[in-house]
């Protein structure tokens, strides 16, 4: 079953501003991640942040964890037209060892030129 | 990290074949992932593939279904079987960092469209 569940579904903005996107579990977890996907093609990964951390930057990418009410949120800065994607969280399934990902439903971004 | 080949990019199959998708890893790997995209939709895990044993499956799929093979600690095959309209959907198969990070590494997915 779907484990996080982004907000919102699509978000639509200009160039330059900035788009946070929401996304909220259920269980407990080890880190949560985020992941960008371009047309329906494979998924890259973006940023990890780890369930003992609060905040993480990555260049333009701000990741912020409350593991209290079990959401994340990811904010660009200054966007491009070429952030254009969907992305998406997803979680473990907080124990050990391989396991598979677990991911919410994305939120598709668009950036106007 | 990982690359991952995985093929063909897209296929449009009548119903009632099958399509058989192959993903290549550059490195050995433990556990590979497939994943199902329904149009719009997120991704849903099919099965995990292990080499040496029996995929293990998740609730709503089936082996006779989606037969995965996995004949060594680089390749991993997944069919769709028998396939119909609300087959279209785009696959993907996926690793964990052979290197022991917990970054998930994707193929570029396989667009099927089933008519």
């Known amino acids: 079953s779907q484990q996080g569940e982004e907000d919102p579904q699509a978000l639509s903005i200009q160039e330059g501003e900035n788009a946070t996107m929401n996304c909220s579990y259920k269980?407990?977890?080890?880190?949560l991640q985020w992941y960008r996907q371009n047309s329906g093609r494979g998924l890259v990964h973006l940023i990890l942040i780890r369930s003992n951390e609060r905040e993480k930057h990555s260049g333009r990418l701000r990741v912020t964890l409350d593991t209290s009410k079990k959401s994340s949120s990811l904010l660009i800065t200054a966007s491009r037209a070429a952030d254009t994607a969907s992305y998406f969280c997803a979680t473990d399934k907080g124990y050990s060892g391989n396991t598979p990902l677990v991911f919410g439903k994305g939120t598709r971004l668009s950036v106007i030129a | 990290s990982a690359v991952i080949s995985q093929k063909p990019s897209r296929d449009i199959c009548q119903r009632g074949t099958s399509l058989t998708i192959q993903c290549q890893v550059d490195?050995?790997?433990?556990?590979m992932f497939w994943y199902r995209q329904q149009p719009g939709q997120s991704l849903t895990l099919i099965a995990t593939a292990n080499q040496g044993s029996e995929a293990t499956y998740e609730s709503g799929f089936v082996i006779d279904k989606f037969p995965i093979s996995r004949p060594n600690l680089t390749f991993s095959t997944l069919t769709v079987s028998n396939m119909s309209p609300e087959d279209s959907s785009i696959y993907l198969c996926?690793?964990?960092?052979?290197?022991?990070?917990?970054?998930?590494?994707f193929g570029q997915g396989t667009r099927l469209t089933v008519v």
């Open positions: 269980t407990s977890i080890n880190n």
């Open positions: 996926s690793v964990e960092d052979p290197f022991g990070g917990t970054e998930a590494f």
């Open positions: 490195s050995q790997v433990t556990m």
